[in-house]
Nanobody, 125 residues
């Protein structure tokens, strides 16, 4: 089993930055693809960013491309999401997730087996 704990959320003004962290325990995540998803009130959970286990390949939703950066430090069992130029529409609960399987799309939330509890990000205009 893998336990994931997100941190770093908060309230920020539009144009500001936040860095989310996701620290895993129970098992190393070095062989897992990792993803960030978000869910706004009344909306479905949506893909934000993902990173392959090697860290060599990253994927982003079009809405965050060029503003968000996903990275990982396998030695620390931690994944990060650097969020710059934040917009009010980025307001949501952000979830970290782990995908042990090598098959399936990293952009598909149904492919992830482990989830954190989420951290709130609120961007004021």
């Amino acid at each position: 089993q893998v336990q994931l704990v997100e941190s770093g959320g908060g309230l920020v003004q539009a144009g500001g930055s936040l860095r989310l962290s996701c620290t895993a325990s129970g098992r190393t995540i070095s062989t897992y693809a990792m993803g960030w998803f978000r869910q706004a009130p009344g909306k479905e959970r949506e893909f934000v960013a993902a990173i392959r286990r090697s860290g060599g390949a990253t994927y982003y939703a079009e809405s965050v491309k060029g503003r968000f950066t996903i990275s990982r430090d396998n030695a620390k069992n931690t994944v990060y999401l650097q969020m710059n130029s934040l917009k009010p529409e980025d307001t949501a609960v952000y979830y970290c997730a782990a995908k042990p399987s090598l098959v399936g799309q990293v952009t598909d939330k149904n492919e992830y087996d482990y989830w954190g509890q989420g951290t709130q990000v609120t961007v004021s205009s």
